[in-house]
């Protein structure tokens, strides 16, 4: 019943922005600790970004200082503002949901990231 929707993405020249959206419904998301998280082809997932319910932030170091997480829960939606965006970046982007009794993940939004 949870679904996390994730928008955003698209193809983009390196050093260039991309901002991806992940709308929620089926849960109680200002509650919820949210994630992106990504996979390149050939790769494990990885944590890209955490916003918890509280506000609070982190990132995986390979995005510091480029990408930016936040929340807006009047919308229900969480962002990933990508700033100086590097060929490496290049993978499917998944928000991820988790609250004291619900896991959700998107479906995904590919962002590419040309040389």
């Known amino acids: 019943q949870v679904q996390l929707v994730e928008s955003g993405g698209g193809l983009v020249q390196a050093g260039g922005s991309l901002r991806l959206s992940c709308a929620a419904s089926g849960i109680i998301f200002s509650i919820a600790d949210m994630h992106w998280y990504r996979q390149a082809p050939g790769k494990q997932r990885e944590l890209v970004a955490i916003?918890?319910?509280?506000?609070?932030?982190n990132y995986a170091d390979p995005v510091k200082g480029r990408f930016t997480i936040s929340r807006d829960n009047a919308k229900n939606t969480i962002y990933l503002q990508m700033n100086s965006l590097k060929p490496e970046d290049t993978a499917v982007y998944y928000c991820?949901?988790?609250?004291?009794?619900?896991?959700?993940w998107g479906q995904g939004t590919q962002v590419t990231v040309s040389s």
């Open positions: 916003i918890t319910s509280g506000g609070r932030t």
């Open positions: 991820n949901a988790v609250s004291r009794s619900d896991v959700a």
